[in-house]
Structures are given as C-alpha cells and as structure tokens.
C-alpha cells in the first residue's frame, strides 16, 4: 500500500498570502488529522476529519481551516499568513473507526513565510 | 504545566548501551503513541499502547495506567536509533480528540 502523500513537499509565502496544501490518505483510511510543528511549540494538533466531517479541532485561530473531499484526500488553508505560521505540517491517516486508532504520518510540508 | 511530560530532553549513549525514555502525563487518556523523528521531518508511529507492554524488535513500550507513566526502552542501542522520540496522548475528554504531545527526547548513540 501506498504512503500517506503531502504536497507540495516545500512553500514560500509572504506575510497576508493564502496558502493551501494537500493530503492523500493511505487507501481505505478514512481520518485525516492535521498537526503543525514548529521548534518552539513543538507538535500540536490542528484538525481531524473523518468522513468529510470535521471531528475535532485544536486551539488554533480562524485563518486556519480544512476539508476532506469524498476520496478522504485532505486539504488544509492557512489565510492572512503571519510569519509565526512558518512551520512543518503533517498530516496523518488513520482507519477512523476508533477514536484511538495508530496514526500514519506523511512526510511533511515546509512552508515558510517571508 | 504541559500534559505531557517527556525525560530526558537529551541523551547521549554509545553503541550497544539500553536506553529508557520517559512520559508522564496527567491527564486521563484512551491511548498513548510512541513516535520516532529523523532529521528531516518523517515521523514514524512505533508503538500504541492502552495497558501493559508491547515489543518491537529492539524496541519495547509499557504503560501504566494508575501511575499516568510510560516508557520506551531501546535495548541493544544503534547509531542508526539516533532521532527524536516522542510520547503523545489522546485526551479522554468525551470525545475523539485530537493527539497532546511532549516535546520530545534528542537521542544521539554514538558508535
């Protein structure tokens, strides 16, 4: 089976640009959660979606939002970049059908706001 | 106070010693997860625990539940172990949240 897929691998912005990126869960997986990681803050977590629904959110602001389309692929946008939204976001598919599945992580997004 | 807790922060071991990493937390949770991080970002899952202990090669979890404590043991240490682990829950708080993480553990094993 393939891997849990993140593109692009790599972003540039600027300060006030959007930015939308991209997950394809493992086949058959149907949860898609979100984290970002930065090296203060370490890992949190952004969302979780599980069958084009939202399930759980973390404690971030409005700007940061996502989506899961019919296929379980994922998208999350980051609006009014700020330079504190420089970071790794990961994505991890998981089965879904428990709230305590294991998670399998994707390799990654950088995005780097300028 | 973070929810969770990892120690050490840094080790630094040679080849072939055990090495135990810590987490505690204190929170009730539905499970705990055990990652591995190489530089470069790709993180790995290596163990899931709910009770007990599980084993992995030279990797072994356990978890106790009334102490809110988990380890990660790593016997017979390789440089290629090198990497950042870390311990993360999910949070029994009603619902299906979302996984609370510790800030990790630099391991180095020098050959």
């Known amino acids: 089976k393939a891997g849990v897929t993140q593109t692009p691998r790599y972003l540039i912005k600027t300060r006030g640009q959007q930015v939308t990126l991209s997950c394809s869960p493992i086949?058959?997986?149907?949860?898609v959660s979100w984290y970002q990681q930065t090296p203060g803050q370490g890992l949190q977590f952004l969302f979780e979606?599980?069958?084009?629904?939202?399930?759980n959110k973390g404690n971030f602001p409005g700007r940061f939002s996502g989506r899961q389309f019919s296929n379980s692929r994922s998208e999350m946008n980051v609006s009014t970049l700020e330079l504190g939204d420089s970071a790794l976001y990961l994505c991890?598919?998981?089965?879904?059908?428990?709230?305590?599945?294991?998670?399998?992580f994707g390799p990654g997004t950088r995005l780097t706001v300028l | 106070k973070n929810e969770v807790e990892q120690s050490p922060q840094n080790l630094t071991a040679q080849e072939g010693e055990f090495i135990t990493i810590n987490c505690s937390y204190s929170?009730?949770?539905?499970?705990l997860h055990w990652l591995q991080q190489h530089p470069g970002g790709g993180i790995v899952s290596l163990f899931m625990?709910?009770?007990g202990k599980k084993k992995h090669g030279r990797l072994i979890a356990t978890i106790n539940i009334q102490e809110k404590h988990s380890s990660l043991h790593i016997t017979a240490s390789h440089p290629r172990d090198s990497a950042v682990y870390i311990c993360?829950?999910?949070?029994?708080?009603?619902?299906?949240?979302?996984?609370?993480f510790g800030k990790g553990t630099h391991l180095i094993i020098q050959p």
């Open positions: 991890a598919s998981s089965p879904g059908t428990s709230g305590s599945d294991e998670q399998f």
């Open positions: 086949s058959g997986h149907r949860s």
């Open positions: 979606y599980f069958s084009e629904t939202q399930r």
């Open positions: 929170v009730g949770i539905s499970a």
């Open positions: 625990l709910s009770s």
């Open positions: 993360a829950v999910r949070i029994r708080r009603g619902g299906a949240d979302g996984l609370t």
